[in-house]
């Protein structure tokens, strides 16, 4: 049986197969190497082909690259209804095998159609057809991106998936593709979210302060970059007269920073409430964190102790954004490291260091997220943008010293991208004290 007769069979059409393979014969042949295209999307349809053997693609181009639409096997008549209708061609057609094709101009198709009416009967329902399969397609796909957007994206959509019609198999596989990153991005993303509460969980509250009621202001602030930062602060008392204070800064980003920040504060106040001194406890911290740590992940650390009676605050700097002291006379002071990173070495804790917090002195603590943000120049804010955001500040609220550090920073980046965790403590000792 010849490629005509096994078209006319395999499609149910009564055609007159002979009439057509003697209209084919007079036609020119068009040979074509796989990936090599055979008409170009926005062509002028000026000819139909018949694929007498081999296989094509059928995709679409956008702006955001090409998109598979269907696969069509010899022997198949394409282009037709382009070529009928006098439409430009709606979508480009390479050869995947070594193919050969009949090309039918629009007056040798339409002198076949003349002969073979039955042909043009054949392209209508062909058409009508497509249409069906078109149809099936477009309303299959609205509600499954309707699934998608309402989170119910259930298997009886997938299944249908799996089985499209024939003419649009490639475009259901793209889909699908798709829907499966759409899903696989939104379980990342409920993950990154439950990460996110668990780190906001371990914030701490201002209301955790109320045995120091009168003697002092707190604001804390922080901004992640992502769902889930490398940043942490936290403060608690420790008794009557003695608040712990500490920030942080994890190196990497993500759920593992954020898991090992949860690791960093809970073994900070573990050792803050069974050693006695602020030297011990960053020693014995140090210590659990450098065990098992085959992650190599590190955190700088500021922690402090501040005597509420006596202003006295004894401090570790553990590699961490020297803090500032704002005295009630203008002049800014600040506390540099005293020691590396948490995480990195059992054997090397910092030294302390101590300062006293008189009158309405203030202390203001940071990331390195305000300093290094960026701006549309990709320049740094830097310290000295920063201090001069300070002063003048000391007799402001803390809350709104931390409004002033963001504002500062959201003017200075112009819309930038933020690209690592902002995160701002105030603490003021009141004169009473």
Not at 195 to 213: E, G, H, Y
Not at 312 to 329: D, K, R, V
Not at 416 to 421: A, C, G, K, R, V
């Amino acid at each position: 049986m010849s490629d005509i007769t096994e078209f006319g069979a395999s499609k149910q059409n009564h055609l007159h197969a002979e009439a057509l393979e003697v209209a084919l014969k007079s036609l020119p042949q068009v040979h074509l190497n796989s990936g090599e295209i055979l008409v170009q999307q926005g062509e002028a349809s000026d000819a139909a082909f018949f694929l007498k053997q081999g296989t094509v693609t059928v995709y679409g181009e956008t702006l955001f690259g090409s998109v598979p639409l269907a696969t069509i096997h010899a022997p198949q008549l394409i282009g037709e209804i382009g070529v009928l209708a006098d439409l430009p061609r709606t979508a480009s057609v390479k050869a995947v095998t070594p193919t050969t094709v009949y090309r039918i101009s629009r007056s040798a198709l339409l002198e076949i159609g003349r002969k073979t009416p039955d042909l043009l009967l054949f392209i209508i329902g062909q058409l009508g057809r497509q249409l069906d399969g078109v149809n099936r397609a477009v309303s299959l796909y609205t509600n499954a991106l309707a699934a998608l957007e309402k989170r119910e994206f259930d298997s009886r959509i997938l299944e249908q998936l799996e089985n499209p019609p024939l003419q649009l198999a490639d475009f259901s596989a793209a889909f699908r593709r798709f829907a499966s990153q759409i899903l696989d991005k939104r379980r990342q993303h409920d993950e990154l979210a439950s990460a996110a509460i668990i780190q906001q969980s371990f914030l701490p509250k201002t209301s955790n302060l109320a045995a120091a009621d009168g003697a002092l202001d707190l604001h804390a602030q922080m901004r992640p970059a992502r769902e889930v930062g490398g940043d942490f602060y936290d403060f608690f008392m420790l008794d009557a007269d003695h608040l712990a204070i500490a920030i942080g800064d994890i190196c990497g980003k993500g759920i593992a920073a954020s898991l090992f920040m949860a690791v960093v504060v809970t073994v900070l106040r573990t050792a803050a409430h069974e050693e006695k001194g602020v030297a011990s406890t960053i020693s014995r911290a140090n210590a659990l964190l450098c065990r098992d740590n085959a992650a190599s992940m590190f955190a700088t650390v500021f922690y402090a102790v501040l005597n509420l009676r006596t202003g006295l605050l004894e401090y570790c700097n553990c590699g961490h954004n020297a803090p500032f002291h704002l005295l009630t006379s203008g002049e800014t002071r600040s506390l540099p490291a005293t020691g590396l990173p948490l995480a990195l070495f059992a054997d090397r804790s910092p030294a302390m260091a101590s300062v006293t917090l008189s009158g309405s002195d203030t202390l203001v603590l940071f990331t390195d997220g305000v300093t290094e943000a960026m701006n549309p120049s990709q320049e740094e804010l830097g310290e000295a943008a920063f201090i001069e955001t300070l002063v003048g500040s000391s007799d402001l609220p803390p809350a709104e010293i931390v409004s002033r550090i963001f504002s500062t920073v959201d003017s200075f980046s112009q819309g930038t991208e933020q690209t690592d965790d902002i995160t701002c403590i105030v603490v003021r000792r009141r004169p009473s004290i």
